[in-house]
């Protein structure tokens, strides 16, 4: 198996991580697991460490604090990277993505791939125990950034994919600002800028029995603000026809609004 890194980014996730972890152990037991702990005060660093101290696979990234779920990816992804892991996970700890399904993310990242998504939101995909406040919002949020954007993914804000190294390589993460559940569609907007080929996997994603939800409003107020500059920015230059162009072999683009300066985006790598 190639080198693989499931990252599970918690903050007060005590009762669900060891379930967690078990389950992704027993998914993909070739796998490796990295828990980044945003110092929870519910004990879940200290229950991960126990884990690690029982399987080999699992290992533990204690910050000291929590700082959103952006720069928790941010760290893990880093980690991973310098510890040369060629495929690497997203997935949350609450029991929401059911590791059972790993496999088949997994098998969809072909040479030809650069991201795979766990997607509720294409046919066979599906949601279990949501509120139909959290259905609307989801894919509201998601018609919403399909529209500024002109993304064609029906699953933008998914937190369940699969990395290729060389995609994240290319993407710049040091630029990656966004803390909140929009870190994903940043993610995403980046590596279809840079040229990769993204493909969705249906998934059923269950509301979490255990914990508290982390989504809040300013969570929500973030993704709104964030996508809608992104837009503007992207509807704005494609007025002049600034918005992209090829130079030299590589793609040239401007991604944010505020910054005058162009940004270089590299093709992602094949394999």
């Not at 002109?150 to 966004?178: N, Q, W």
């Not at 409003?217 to 709104?224: D, H, K, R, S, Y």
Request: include cysteine.
């Amino acid at each position: 198996m190639t080198p693989t890194l499931v990252i599970i980014p918690t903050y007060n996730e005590v009762a669900n991580i060891a379930r967690t972890v078990a389950q992704v152990r027993a998914a993909a037991p070739e796998a490796d697991v990295l828990v980044v702990d945003d110092g929870s005060p519910d004990g879940t660093g200290a229950a991960a460490d126990e884990l690690a101290a029982r399987d080999p696979h699992v290992q533990v990234l204690h910050r000291p604090d929590k700082r959103g779920l952006g720069a928790a990816y941010g760290a893990g992804f880093r980690w991973g990277l310098a510890r040369g892991y060629e495929v690497l996970v997203q997935m949350d700890a609450d029991g929401s993505h059911r590791a059972d399904e790993l496999p088949k993310l997994l098998a969809a990242l072909t040479p030809e791939t650069h991201l795979v998504l766990g997607s509720r939101w294409v046919p066979g995909g599906a949601v279990v125990d949501w509120p139909r406040h959290r259905t609307w919002l989801s894919r509201g949020g998601n018609a919403y950034t399909r529209l500024l954007l002109g993304i064609g993914v029906r699953d933008c804000t998914s937190g369940y994919r699969v990395y290729r190294r060389g995609t994240l390589e290319v993407i710049d993460l040091p630029a990656v600002r966004s803390q909140g559940y929009c870190f994903q569609v940043d993610m995403l907007r980046r590596t279809l800028a840079a040229d990769g080929q993204v493909v969705e996997v249906p998934i059923s994603f269950i509301e979490r029995s255990q914990g508290e939800s982390k989504m809040s409003l300013p969570i929500v107020g973030e993704a709104l603000w964030r996508v809608t500059r992104w837009g503007l920015a992207r509807w704005g230059l494609a007025r002049w026809g600034l918005a992209r162009w090829k130079l030299g072999g590589r793609w040239t683009a401007r991604t944010d609004l505020a910054n005058a300066a162009v940004r270089r985006v590299h093709r992602v790598g094949r394999g």
